[in-house]
Every structure is written in structure tokens, then in C-alpha cells.
T-cell receptor
Framework: DTAVSQTPKYLVTQMGNDKSIKCEQNLGHDTMYWYKQDSKKFLKIMFSYNNKELIINETVPNRFSPKSPDKAHLNLHINSLELGDSAVYFC?????????????FGDGTRLSIL | AQKVTQAQTEISVVEKEDVTLDCVYETRDTTYYLFWYKQPPSGELVFLIRRNSFDEQNEISGRYSWNFQKSTSSFNFTITASQVVDSAVYFCALSEATSNTGKLIFGQGTTLQVKP
């Protein structure tokens, strides 16, 4: 039973396209996150949601729009994809948003822009 | 400003050697949490340990041990008798209680290669 699952695992697309990455967690957690890992392996937070409400938007371009239909899902939609968007995107969840609870990560989605 | 520094970019050891991965953090908060994550070649991120700022006890879990020292703002990770399966990128991370966002600030990661 996968705790945090992301789909797709790989996404190859052309510049200018719009794409979505889905994330679901079955841990019963209240808080979900999106992180971006660049080519140098550096991990940076993009968004977090607690119970469907946005908590963090870490100066991410407007082309990125997270959507949380319920607290078990946090999807990421990206408009007008650019070359610099190529990265691995990780979804994570935690029991609360105070920083104490460990975050559990999905396996990542490798996005490649041609 | 909050920051996590892992000065060792890459470490290479031979199996059965002990290895220590360094982590130094900066924060103005008095309440904060420190984490270590492992990213094996398959790419997933695996949670290893959490420490809170009020608990400076060292922890041991099998071949893994962690040394938390507030005086030097360090949270180092030692693998004893390393094995090839320990080869991975290891990340140290910090979250601050006052931010109340759960935001994790990651270090740059240390790539550990364990050779047979």
C-alpha cells in the first residue's frame, strides 16, 4: 500500500504545453506539500496545503497552480511549460503543519521539457 | 535567516568503513526540528530521523547514529560498517516551529558512494 503516490512518474512534453501531476496520500494526514528538486539535487518547497487551504506559496510563478479537492489530494497544474521547469517534483504529506511531524514523500515525478 | 549546510558534496568509502555526514544549521528559533532523509539511486526520499531542539540525546538505530549538538549547531549522521546499499544522497533538513508552516529547509545533500 503506497502511502503517498504521484502520477505520472515520468512526464516528457514540449515547451508551451500545459500539464498536471496528481498526488494522493492514504495516511490520513492533514497537510500536503509540493517540492521541486533541480538538476543539482537541491530541494525547495513550492506549496503547502492544510486541510485544503493554502499555507505556503513560496514565490512560485503563477504558471504553477496547486489544487486540493480534499485533504487526501494535492494536484499540481503547470501552464505554458518552460525549459527551466525541467526537474523532479515531489509531493509529501505530514500529520500537521507545525513542522514537528516528519514529511512522507512520494516517489517523485520527473518532468522533462523538450 | 534559516539555512542548512552540508559541506561535503561527495564522499566515497570502501565497504565496512565508518562514515560521518556533517550537517550545520542556522536558525533564530528556539524551537525547531531537524531531519535526515535518504535518497537512494531509485529516487524516492526516505525519512530517517527527526530531532527536536530540546532533545540533545544522541540516537542509535542499528548501524546509524546521530549526534545533535546545539552548541555547534550541528546534527551529524554516522553510518557504522557501511554497506553498498547505503550508497545514496543524504539530506539534512530543518523546520522552524514559529513559521507554523511545516516548511522544510534542505541542505544541498551529500552523495555517499560505498564501494565493495
Amino acid at each position: 500500500d503506497t502511502a503517498v503516490s504521484q502520477t505520472p512518474k515520468y512526464l516528457v512534453t514540449q515547451m508551451g504545453n500545459d500539464k498536471s501531476i496528481k498526488c494522493e496520500q492514504n495516511l490520513g494526514h492533514d497537510t500536503m506539500y509540493w517540492y521541486k528538486q533541480d538538476s543539482k539535487k537541491f530541494l525547495k518547497i513550492m506549496f503547502s496545503y492544510n486541510n485544503k487551504e493554502l499555507i505556503i506559496n513560496e514565490t512560485v510563478p503563477n504558471r504553477f497552480s496547486p489544487k486540493s479537492p480534499d485533504k487526501a489530494h494535492l494536484n499540481l497544474h503547470i501552464n505554458s511549460l518552460e525549459l527551466g521547469d525541467s526537474a523532479v517534483y515531489f509531493c509529501a504529506s505530514s500529520q500537521d503543519w507545525g513542522g514537528k511531524a516528519p514529511q512522507h514523500f512520494g516517489d517523485g515525478t520527473r518532468l522533462s521539457i523538450l | 535567516a534559516q539555512k542548512v549546510t552540508q559541506a561535503q558534496t561527495e564522499i566515497s568509502v570502501v565497504e565496512k568503513e565508518d562514515v560521518t555526514l556533517d550537517c550545520v544549521y542556522e536558525t533564530r528559533d528556539t524551537t525547531y526540528y531537524l531531519f535526515w532523509y535518504k535518497q537512494p539511486p531509485s529516487g524516492e526520499l526516505v525519512f530517517l530521523i527527526r530531532r527536536n531542539s530540546f532533545d540533545e540525546q544522541n540516537e542509535i538505530s542499528g548501524r546509524y547514529s546521530w549526534n545533535f549538538q546545539k552548541s555547534t549547531s550541528s546534527f551529524n549522521f554516522t553510518i557504522t560498517a557501511s554497506q553498498v546499499v547505503d550508497s545514496a544522497v543524504y539530506f539534512c533538513a530543518l523546520s522552524e516551529a514559529t513559521s507554523n508552516t511545516g516548511k522544510l529547509i534542505f541542505g544541498q545533500g551529500t552523495t555517499l558512494q560505498v564501494k565493495p
